[in-house]
């Protein structure tokens, strides 16, 4: 079993920053796969980005390629999501998500990901 646990969820202006963290737990194996996801108000739930731990291959969606990055620390099998220049359009849930089986791309399913964590809420206000 794995489990995964994100915080740093908060309030913030347009135009500010936040981080958010993302600590697996557990049977992760040795070349999985993590990715972030957001769910809007109204919205399905769609990716936002997904590193591959064992080579620190990234892979960014469009919406927020240039503002948002990713680290890794592998001894804590953490992962770090450093949003910057946050919009409201930014505004959602934003869960962490585990493939534990190998895989050549980063897929952005949902179903490609076998767990997943309750979900830290961002609010950016205008």
């Known amino acids: 079993q794995v489990q995964l646990v994100e915080s740093g969820g908060g309030l913030v202006q347009a135009g500010h920053s936040l981080r958010l963290s993302c600590i697996a737990s557990?049977?992760?194996?040795?070349?999985?796969?993590m990715a972030w996801f957001r769910r809007a108000p109204g919205k399905e739930r769609e990716f936002v980005v997904g590193v591959t731990w064992n080579s620190g291959r990234k892979y960014f969606a469009d919406a927020v390629k240039g503002r948002f990055t990713i680290s890794m620390d592998n001894t804590k099998n953490e992962m770090l999501l450093q949003m910057n220049s946050l919009q409201p359009e930014d505004t959602a849930v934003y869960y962490c998500a585990l493939r534990s089986q190998p895989i050549v791309s980063i897929p952005t399913q949902l179903n490609e990901y076998e767990y997943w964590g309750q979900g830290t809420q961002v609010i950016v206000s205008s």
């Open positions: 557990g049977r992760t194996g040795s070349t999985y796969t």
